[in-house]
């Protein structure tokens, strides 16, 4: 067995969380971590060439940070407990957690070929990578600030038409030391955090959640992470869709 790195998931939770305690959960959890420590050796091996290549690019696998309250884009196999009963997403301040990883993958049923450049404006979807669910807001309220709810959703990559944001960037490719904004396609809502923070067991982590306005709280940038360049192909197609 293992201890989880994320608080969350090793409480009974507090605050409208509710703890999921099945095999399911466990075996997911148990893939999850594999696909945690793959991530860190691929990522040891590309560190020295990774500098060489300024986009983040379609595949690629980053943490968020937001940029006013220097927290990274966090989720869990943990659901909220109120709202959606959806997996929650928080902030965290820890840089090394490894539930803080997304991919970058194109819109449902739309191309975003590996390792090309994501472009400003551009149609996403950010997938949590222990989980295989999908970034999503829709019209629930948030447990603390009671803006719009942001959870994770779907099976294995694939939710539905809520999943989708705009990468909002000054000019026409988004850049590796770019702040952006992420707009919801379906509400319009950016995605931010505001400092609500949560308490025991999980202090520290902040509220994540959807705002219609445009402001310094919701301005995001790549951090770690593995940035998949145009000339690295997939290993098992020439051209393959994420």
């Not at 989720?75 to 929650?88: E, I």
């Not at 295989?132 to 629930?140: A, D, E, V």
């Not at 400092?195 to 999980?202: F, H, K, V």
Request: proline share 3%; charged share 20%; aromatic share 8%.
């Amino acid at each position: 067995m293992f201890e989880s790195a994320c608080p969350l998931a090793s409480h009974p939770l507090a605050l409208g969380y509710v703890r999921i305690d099945t095999n399911m959960g466990l075996i997911h959890a148990l893939r999850g971590f594999i696909k945690s420590l793959l991530v860190v050796l691929l990522w040891s091996k590309c560190q020295g060439r990774e500098s060489e290549f300024n986009y983040v690019t379609c595949g690629s696998l980053v943490k968020l940070l937001n940029t006013r309250h220097n927290v990274r884009l966090h989720s869990h196999d943990v659901k909220y407990g109120s709202g959606s009963g959806q997996q929650s997403v928080t902030g965290v301040e820890s840089a090394d957690d490894a539930n803080s990883y997304w991919r970058i993958r194109g819109k449902p049923n739309g191309t975003c070929q590996r390792g090309v450049p994501i472009q400003c404006g551009q149609a996403i979807r950010i997938t949590h990578m222990t989980t295989g669910r999908n970034l999503h807001t829709h019209h629930f309220s948030s447990p603390l600030s009671n803006n719009q709810e942001v959870s994770a959703f779907g099976e294995n990559g694939e939710g539905d038409d809520l999943d989708v944001w705009k990468v909002q960037c000054d000019g026409s490719i988004w850049e590796r030391d770019e702040a952006v904004r992420f707009k919801h396609v379906g509400t319009a809502a950016f995605l931010t955090v505001t400092g609500e923070q949560y308490g025991n067991p999980i202090r520290g982590q902040r509220e994540v959640h959807g705002m219609g306005t445009a402001n310094q709280n919701n301005y995001w940038k790549a951090m770690e992470g593995v940035f998949i360049q145009p000339s690295q192909e997939p290993l098992r197609h020439n051209h393959e869709e994420f």
